[in-house]
């Protein structure tokens, strides 16, 4: 059976109160359809962020609402988009037609071991780090756009929300996705949903795929001004959002105990994954805020895919698809202690059968040097010898 790190999908979910929720109203539900206004999910949602209904418009994940997002930013000067950075940003700001303006984000120096605490002390990746943010923000006008991720895929860095506000009060379109801000407990939480009244130029994007295991449902929700969500949905398709996701929405929201047991499972659960990978050679680990790890790797990344996949049916997340990172990096999730374990040994003994392979490379390689460099003495002292020969021989003579 496949062992997916690739997807950063909690390993909690889906929480049996979603389970038994559908269970019990999937008669009634299946033949009819969903409510075109969501108002019942819609209100939940907004009861949950402290935003009435209208400031609330539910997706089809938060990918569909990603489209719409794009085709307002079309309309922008330019788009200031992250890299790297999830690549469905750039999908959809193409297909609309938006000029796009790379904001590079410095990865190498999130690896710098000043921008968190010592592995001994124990890293609060939960806490933003304002002054050292690994990019420089732009100065934005009213006709600009920017997408930001916080935390950022596929670092997992998680922006201070302060730092966000002066691009807000400049007066560009700024949308924030926060598909994996649940993961952080309230308190800790860098969220700029309060400012959404305050700023009719922000838009936050939500998922609730990631928190409560809600892949195959899709569902997602834009938090906008009320103008904004009204335009958007005068674009879509109708019921973009089916009964079932709608229901499982209403009631993982109100499943407190879920969301304090994700809270306080996640801690603990990523900093032993992160504690095991720093023990392996050749990979250095950025613990990230979210339920996830980016890993650097001295060895190919494509190569131990392939091999965790092969041999062990492990399968990891490359990034490839982010051009900023290539072939030295590679994404997993946080999941389950057993599973981190299967993991660690896997990844364990396929770096020690390449260290051992590029040792007897080298090893091959030095003898293979000293040879030649035997044979290139002896040909000089052969060179040497035969002048000396040939004097010693002319003087008997």
């Not at 209904?53 to 539910?58: I, T």
């Not at 990865?107 to 605490?117: C, K, R």
């Not at 006709?143 to 691009?167: C, K, M, Q, W």
């Not at 392979?357 to 002292?381: F, I, K, S």
Request: proline share 6%; hydrophobic share 45%; net charge negative.
């Amino acid at each position: 059976m496949l062992l997916d790190f690739s997807a950063s999908i909690s390993p909690l979910g889906p929480p049996q109160s979603i389970v038994q929720g559908l269970h019990d109203q999937m008669g009634a539900v299946l033949a009819a359809y969903p409510s075109p206004g969501y108002g019942e999910l819609r209100a939940s949602i907004g009861q949950h962020h402290g935003l009435g209904a209208e400031w609330v418009l539910p997706g089809n994940g938060a990918a569909e609402l990603l489209t719409w997002a794009a085709r307002d930013l079309a309309d922008c000067r330019r788009v200031y988009l992250m890299d790297p950075g999830f690549g469905d940003y750039a999908r959809s700001l193409r297909a609309s037609g938006a000029r796009v303006e790379s904001l590079p984000l410095d990865v190498e120096l999130l690896f710098d071991a000043e921008l968190f605490l010592d592995a001994e002390l124990g890293w609060l990746g939960d806490e933003p780090r304002g002054a050292c943010e690994p990019l420089n923000w732009p100065a934005l006008t009213a006709d600009d756009g920017i997408v930001i991720n916080n935390p950022h895929n596929p670092t997992g860095y998680l922006f201070s929300a302060e730092s966000l506000r002066s691009l807000l009060a400049q007066g560009g379109l700024v949308v924030v996705d926060e598909a994996f801000m649940d993961f952080l407990p309230p308190e800790r939480q860098q969220s700029v949903v309060g400012w959404v009244q305050a700023f009719p130029n922000l838009v936050v994007l939500r998922s609730l795929t990631k928190f409560y295991s809600l892949a195959g449902l899709r569902l997602g929700y834009a938090l906008l001004h009320p103008d904004r969500a009204q335009r958007w949905q005068r674009w879509r398709d109708p019921w973009p959002v089916n009964s079932l996701a709608a229901i499982a929405g209403q009631i993982g929201l109100r499943d407190k105990a879920f969301q304090r047991k994700t809270w306080t499972w996640l801690p603990e659960a990523r900093r032993t994954l992160l504690s095991g990978l720093q023990d392996l050679p050749r990979l250095d680990v950025y613990p990230g805020s979210a339920n996830f790890l980016l890993v650097r790797s001295q060895v190919s990344c494509t190569q131990l895919q392939t091999q965790l996949l092969k041999k062990y049916h492990i399968l990891i997340r490359d990034c490839m698809s982010f051009p900023a990172l290539g072939d030295r990096f590679f994404r997993v999730a946080v999941r389950r202690s057993e599973d981190h374990q299967r993991l660690l040994t896997a990844l364990g003994t396929i770096l020690a059968e390449i260290q051992a392979e590029q040792g007897l490379a080298e090893q091959g390689l030095a003898e293979q040097n000293l040879a030649e460099q035997d044979l290139a003495e002896q040909d000089l002292a052969e060179q040497d010898i035969v002048p000396k020969a040939q004097a010693v021989a002319g003087e008997t003579m």
